[in-house]
C-alpha cells in the first residue's frame, strides 16, 4: 500500500494530493501487465477504464490495422486512457504496450468517484486532453492529408489548414467527423469567408454571409478554391458531479471571493474555479470587496495580503464584523512572521505561497468540502 502511494505521487496529476486522498485511490487501482505487442486499448472502442504506467512504454497508435502511425510514446508516471472518460467518446488512438509493461488500471465508476471528490485532478487532467487531442488531430491531418501540399499541420497550436485544391470540402467534413471535432473549420474563397461549427465531430452550423444553412453549404461546395483552417476549440470537461451520475446529494454550489490588485490574477483565479462549477466574485480593494461580502456571502475569500487600500489583516478583520467567512491569502514574498502570528490569533484563515492555480484549488477543497 505505502508502495503503491509512493508511485503515485510520482504522477504528476496526483502530486499535490496528500496521504489520506492517495490512500483513496490506490484503494481503488487495480495492477495489470501487458506483454509486448499487446493491444491495451483500441481507437473506436469505448472506454471502460483509464491506466497509469508504472514500468515499461507504451505506443499511442492512430491510423488502420497495419498503417498505424505512432503519435507519441508514453513512460512510466504517464497515464492514458482518461480521454474516453472525461469526454464519453469512443476511444481516440490504439494503445499498444512497446515492451512489458506494468500498469495501475482504474474503471470508470471508481475514477469518477475520484474526480468528483478531487476536481483539481480534472482540472490539471483537461490541459493534457486538449493538448494531446491537438496533437492527434495534427497527426491524423498530415496522415490524411498524405503527402499533398496545402494540408498541413502547423506548430502554432491551431489546426490543420490547407486549400481546397488539395482536400475537398466533403473530404474535409468527413476528417472533421471522423476526428470528434469541437471547434471550427473556417473557409475562404475571394472576399467571402464561411464557418462550419463542430461538436464532438457533429456538425452543428453552416454560416456563409446571411445565407440559410442548405444555400451557404451548396454555395461553398462549389468553391473550386480557397483555403481552410480548422480550429480546436479546448475540451469541456464533464465535471466531477456529471460523470458520477448520482443525485441523491444536493448539488450546493460554492461561492468564491477573489480579492487582488492584479487583474491577471483575478482573471486566471476567476477561471479555473468557474470551470469547476464555483460561482466566482471578484473585487480589487478591500472597499468593493466588502460591499461583495454584504450581499453575496461567499463560503470562502482568496485574497492577496497587501491590497490598494489596507492590508489583508485589515480586511479578514472587517471581514469578520460582519461574516465568519474562511481566507486563504496568496503571497510571493517572504512574509513578516508578525502577518503569520496575527492570522494565527484571528484564526480560520491560511497562507499560501503557491500560484500554482491546480495547488490552490486543493487548499480550497480542503477548507469547503
Ligand atoms: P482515450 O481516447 O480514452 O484512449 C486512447 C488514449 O491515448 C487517450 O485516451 C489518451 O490517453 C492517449 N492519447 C491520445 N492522443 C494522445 C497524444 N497525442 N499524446 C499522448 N497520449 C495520447
Not at 192 to 203: D, W
Amino acid at each position: 500500500m505505502i508502495q503503491i502511494g509512493k508511485i503515485l505521487k510520482k504522477v504528476p496529476i496526483f502530486k499535490m494530493l496528500g496521504k489520506e486522498s492517495i490512500d483513496f485511490i490506490v484503494e481503488r487501482l487495480k495492477f495489470k501487465t501487458f506483454e509486448e505487442g499487446e493491444n491495451i486499448c483500441k481507437i473506436g472502442d469505448p472506454g471502460e477504464e483509464m491506466f497509469i504506467i508504472i514500468s515499461g512504454a507504451t505506443d499511442i497508435c492512430i491510423g488502420e490495422e497495419g498503417q498505424q502511425q505512432v503519435v507519441a510514446t508514453l513512460k512510466s508516471g504517464d497515464y492514458f486512457g482518461e480521454m474516453a472518460l472525461l469526454t464519453g467518446e469512443p476511444r481516440s488512438a490504439t494503445v499498444i504496450a512497446k515492451e512489458t509493461t506494468e500498469t495501475f488500471l482504474l474503471y470508470k465508476n471508481d475514477f469518477d468517484v475520484i474526480l468528483e471528490k478531487y476536481p483539481s485532478i480534472s482540472l490539471s487532467m483537461g490541459k493534457i486532453v486538449s493538448q494531446r487531442l491537438r496533437e492527434t488531430l495534427k497527426k491524423a491531418a498530415s496522415v490524411t492529408g498524405g503527402k499533398k501540399e496545402g494540408f498541413e499541420a502547423k506548430s502554432d497550436g491551431s489546426g490543420p489548414s490547407g486549400t481546397l485544391k488539395d482536400m475537398a470540402l466533403v473530404d474535409l467534413i468527413s476528417f472533421c467527423e471522423a476526428n470528434s471535432l469541437t471547434g471550427e473549420m473556417n473557409l475562404r474563397s475571394g472576399d467571402k469567408e464561411g464557418v462550419f461549427t463542430f461538436e464532438r465531430g457533429q456538425l452543428l452550423s453552416v454560416k456563409l454571409d446571411d445565407l440559410g444553412e442548405d444555400e451557404a453549404l451548396d454555395t461553398m461546395l462549389s468553391w473550386n478554391d480557397g483555403t481552410f483552417e480548422i480550429h480546436v476549440r479546448p475540451l469541456t470537461l464533464k465535471t466531477g458531479s456529471e460523470s458520477a451520475g448520482d443525485d441523491d446529494e444536493e448539488d450546493v454550489t460554492k461561492k468564491l471571493l477573489i480579492v487582488n490588485n492584479s487583474r491577471v490574477v483575478r482573471r486566471v483565479i476567476e477561471r479555473a474555479f468557474k470551470g469547476l462549477g464555483y460561482e466566482v466574485s471578484t473585487a480589487s480593494n478591500i472597499a468593493t470587496a466588502l460591499d461583495v461580502i454584504s450581499t453575496l456571502s461567499p463560503d470562502l475569500i482568496i485574497s492577496d495580503i497587501k491590497l490598494a487600500d489596507g492590508s489583508g489583516v485589515e480586511f479578514i478583520r472587517q471581514t469578520r464584523d460582519q461574516q465568519a467567512i474562511p481566507f486563504i491569502f496568496l503571497t510571493d514574498n517572504a512574509v513578516k512572521p508578525e502577518f503569520e502570528q496575527q492570522l494565527r490569533e484571528i484564526g480560520d484563515a491560511e497562507l499560501t505561497k503557491t500560484h500554482e492555480v491546480s495547488e490552490i484549488v486543493k487548499l480550497v477543497e480542503n477548507k469547503l468540502l
